[in-house]
């Protein structure tokens, strides 16, 4: 499959754009997603990694503390770490009655993504909980796949690759609704794992078997903790609120807490 790359996308994966082709248009390059891929890894690989956002329930600074993350570190590999669209409207549990109607909901959903489709143009997507409810609700109803539409139709991110999990330098990188907590998953496993999914962990901490180090890291969430979609939350623990970083080909783990101050 071949993809379309405009001038950031193609500058932000190692292309030397023109500012503007012959007859003044903008350029535009046919690319493989194997060649996206060879692209986005340098020698040095640092891996931005973007905790739960639920929107249209997310915090609005949580973008720019991604952004400016992103760049404090130079980090040139994007990963959602899921969980980037809430579906309260259709949850399997008790909703607010007096919460937004699933259009609206998901409009406002889509408008916020796409701010962060425009700062993150290629990136993976772990699928979270809440991101499949509606493929979950597709299958309940026994609604063939072919009537349903990919996330990147419904949101509009073709630049976006959603995965169950993904792995890079050897680094699992998963929501965590079913592979348990990152500490977990790390220990059984014996492999490095980054996830999202508790919105009041984040850490990083190592383990050490007979021949090797791993990692896990928890890298908190972006949520508003005050929205009635979060009122699960309210009156238990704060969220943690920040993102994390992996640098040196997946030898460096570092979890970043956003700087402000949380009423008590």
Wanted: overall charge positive; proline content about 2%; glycine content about 8%.
């Amino acid at each position: 499959m071949r993809k379309r790359l405009n001038k950031k996308q193609a500058e932000q994966l190692g292309f030397k754009v023109k500012p503007k082709n012959v007859d003044g248009s903008n350029p535009k390059y046919n690319v493989t997603r194997e060649q996206v891929r060879e692209l986005s890894v340098s020698k040095d690989r640092r891996v931005l990694v973007i905790g739960d956002i639920h929107a249209p329930f997310e915090r609005k600074d949580y973008l720019q503390f991604c952004i400016d993350t992103y760049k404090k570190w130079n980090c040139n590999t994007v990963v959602f770490i899921g969980d980037i669209i809430d579906n309260h409207y259709s949850s399997y549990h008790e909703t607010d009655a007096d919460g937004l109607g699933g259009g609206e909901e998901l409009d406002l959903a889509i408008k916020s993504i796409r701010k962060w489709y425009k700062a993150f143009p290629n990136a993976y997507v772990t699928i979270g909980n809440h991101d499949a409810i509606i493929m979950r609700k597709a299958q309940t109803s026994s609604i063939p796949s072919q009537w349903i539409k990919n996330y990147s139709e419904v949101i509009g991110t073709e630049g976006w690759e959603f995965v169950t999990d993904v792995v890079i330098d050897d680094v699992r990188y998963v929501h965590g609704h079913k592979s348990s907590k990152a500490r977990t998953a790390a220990k059984r496993d014996m492999q490095s794992t980054v996830t999202g999914h508790y919105h009041t962990d984040m850490y990083v901490d190592w383990m050490f078997g007979a021949n090797k180090a791993v990692f896990a890291l928890a890298v908190g969430c972006g949520i508003d903790s005050e929205s009635y979609a979060m009122g699960y939350m309210q009156g238990g623990k704060k969220e943690a609120l920040g993102c994390g970083v992996v640098l040196d080909n997946g030898q460096t783990p570092i979890s970043v807490k956003m700087n402000l101050n949380i009423k008590e």
